[in-house]
T-cell receptor, first 117, second 114 residues
Framework: GAVVSQHPSRVICKSGTSVKIECRSL??????MFWYRQFPKQSLMLMAT?????????EQGVEKDKFLINHASLTLSTLTVTSAHPEDSSFYIC?????????????FGPGTRLTVL | AQKITQTQPGMFVQEKEAVTLDCTYD???????LFWYKQPSSGEMIFLIY??????QNATEGRYSLNFQKARKSANLVISASQLGDSAMYFC???????????FGKGTRLSVIA
């Protein structure tokens, strides 16, 4: 299947700092990428849909100014957690859809575990 | 709006035996796709199997099969000959329509016992 990379895999930062997470589709072009958040022992919750060359669409309750999403190319989307606080600590997973794929399925990155001290 | 329900928070199965993980869904759309993903402790989401709403036959992928009962709106995952490496969280997901993001159920934690 298609490969999606995510960097960094783990980050620890101080409260008030900003953290950028990169999501790349390595062997296919992704016009649409998705960002999910997962708390321990819970399911994946969609945060936003990222479309190449346009503004991201955020789910209800997700702060746009807090979670900045940029999808500048067909293979790269970034999520920046601005002024991070301990409650932002979570597992963030990006996903990209391979529209050429047989099932048009979403492929997921390995996730980024963010810990805010 | 679409909804996925997984009623089994946790399941145990003996190694080499089969196990069924339940999934029911709710949607008013006629065209939809159902997916199962495995999430081991590492956190990566691994695609297992797909069933389209118009597929007449149940999907199979190796030891995984999907018991699709459209009238009952259920899409249960069957894992045959369980292995210790099957221990993980399993998520059922749905996509309606084609270009929208996946909606996930709450997941089932499967533990395989030697």
């Amino acid at each position: 299947g298609a490969v999606v990379s995510q960097h960094p895999s783990r980050v620890i930062c101080k409260s008030g700092t900003s953290v950028k997470i990169e999501c790349r589709s390595l062997d296919f072009q992704a016009t649409t990428m998705f960002w999910y958040r997962q708390f321990p022992k819970q399911s994946l919750m969609l945060m936003a849909t990222s479309n190449e060359g346009s503004k991201a669409t955020y789910e209800q309750g997700v702060e746009k100014d807090k979670f900045l999403i940029n999808h500048a190319s067909l293979t790269l989307s970034t999520l920046t957690v601005t002024s991070a606080h301990p409650e932002d600590s979570s597992f963030y997973i990006c996903s990209a859809r391979d529209v050429q794929g047989f099932y048009n399925e979403q492929f997921f990155g390995p996730g980024t575990r963010l810990t805010v001290l | 709006a679409q909804k996925i329900t997984q009623t089994q928070p946790g399941m145990f199965v003996q190694e080499k035996e089969a196990v069924t993980l339940d999934c029911t869904y709710d949607t008013s759309d006629q065209s939809y796709g159902l997916f199962w993903y495995k999430q081991p402790s590492s956190g990566e989401m691994i695609f297992l199997i797909y069933q389209g709403s118009y597929d007449e036959q149940n999907a199979t992928e190796g030891r995984y099969s999907l018991n699709f009962q459209k009238a009952r709106k259920s899409a249960n995952l069957v894992i045959s000959a369980s292995q210790l490496g099957d221990s993980a969280m399993y998520f059922c997901a749905m996509r309606v329509p084609r270009n929208t993001p996946l909606v996930f159920g709450k997941g089932t934690r499967l533990s395989v016992i030697a």
